[in-house]
């Protein structure tokens, strides 16, 4: 099942994604939860399958503007230096533990709407990634068991203000411009995903290919994840993990590769789908 969050003539929706739009959930807000989070947190994905499987009124694609897959989650945790080519093109060596940022919700920005580059800077770079979205309450889990944590998986453009990111050790600041994370274009929930490290991972610019993977090459598996993010937070539904970028980013380039305006970015993810935005300059300091 595909699930997309979304706005619909002003009113903030999700749905489950067919091939001609979107199968509106709204009607059934008040039993199953008013937002995608809630839904996970109350346990009712199968139920919005049922309708789902009922339904037949679709909304399409052209009446919608996607929000981020989840709009509101508690908790988005990043990890930084998680592809062995990543770690090879930075002169880094290989991470004892999994090096962890985090993300405000208001940095991001859904399916085909516009990534900001700030007034502040105009070294904007591109990092396609895996999210993992938790779909149960998570605390002290051990990789054998994380995946039934799982709710799904959607790509995500980790948009990363370079300059602003190398002010200190401490990447947070250059990670949390308004408007700078892709987070798209749906939820695929797990058992249609099914291995997460046999997944092929591809981003482009202006549709030439600048990053491609296969999830395998991440040094710190979703599982390892998990079960480190579970020790030291409670891990919620709805609660997002950014599972690391791959070789291939813009900053390492020769000479660096900068996203700017007019540009188009894809960060494709096999079996999930392909999330696609825009490049927009902020227009004012304001």
Known sequence: MKIASYLHQGQASYGVVVDAGVIDASSIAKEIG???KDVLANGKLIELQRFS????HIVPFSEITFLPVVSDPGKILCVGINYLSHVKETG???PKYPMFFTRFADSQIGHEQA???PFASDKFD???????????KARHVKAADAVEHVAGYACYNDGSIRDWQKHTIQFIPGKN???TGGFGPWLVTADEVGDPSQLQLTTRLNGQVVQEAK???????????????STFTELNPG????TGTTGGVGAFREPPLWMKEGDVVEVEISRIGILRNTISDEKTAN
């Open 34 to 36: 008013s937002s995608l």
């Open 53 to 56: 499987e009922g339904e037949k």
């Open 92 to 94: 880094r060596e290989i």
């Open 115 to 117: 990534m900001i580059r």
């Open 126 to 136: 591109f990092e396609g990634e895996l999210a993992v979205v938790i779909g149960k």
């Open 177 to 179: 411009f308004p408007k």
């Open 215 to 229: 999830t395998d090459d991440l040094i710190f598996s979703i599982p390892a994840l998990i079960e480190y993010c």
């Open 239 to 242: 609660d997002v993990i950014i």
